[in-house]
């Protein structure tokens, strides 16, 4: 048997809140996952634009697979660093999905060719 909390009227509508009734859950797609954490990486210095990111998610958990070219001159493990603990904590400020594992691969930025000098 169920406890009636609240009665709420307004233009001949009646709501009622029912405090044992479970509340529904929601649901976040690895792909949505992935993109929110790529832009997320996008958001620490020296990181470029073209970051990509999987995720795995099991339940409330998910795990980060990131492809993330660092822009010259930032150092490598620095940046690294740095990505993977703004990750922990803002993929799951924005997911309200707990980051157990972010794994990062280092890919360089595309090289733009030098321009040609005309006599």
Do not use: F
Not at 64 to 69: M, V
Not at 70 to 89: E, F, K, S
Not at 90 to 110: F, M, Y
């Amino acid at each position: 048997m169920s406890t009636l909390t609240a009665r709420h009227r307004r233009d001949d509508v009646e709501t009622v809140e029912d405090e044992d009734e479970e509340r529904g859950e929601t649901t976040v797609e690895p792909r949505a996952v992935g993109r929110i954490a790529a832009r997320a990486a996008r958001e620490v210095d020296g990181v470029a634009a073209d970051v990509t990111a999987k995720a795995t998610v099991d339940g409330d958990v998910t795990t980060l697979d990131i492809r993330l070219p660092v822009a010259y001159p930032a150092p490598i493990h620095g940046t690294a660093d740095r990505v993977r603990a703004h990750l922990l904590g803002r993929t799951t400020e924005l997911t309200g999905l707990r980051t157990q594992r972010v794994d990062i691969t280092i890919a360089l930025p595309p090289v733009e060719p030098p321009k040609r000098r005309v006599r």
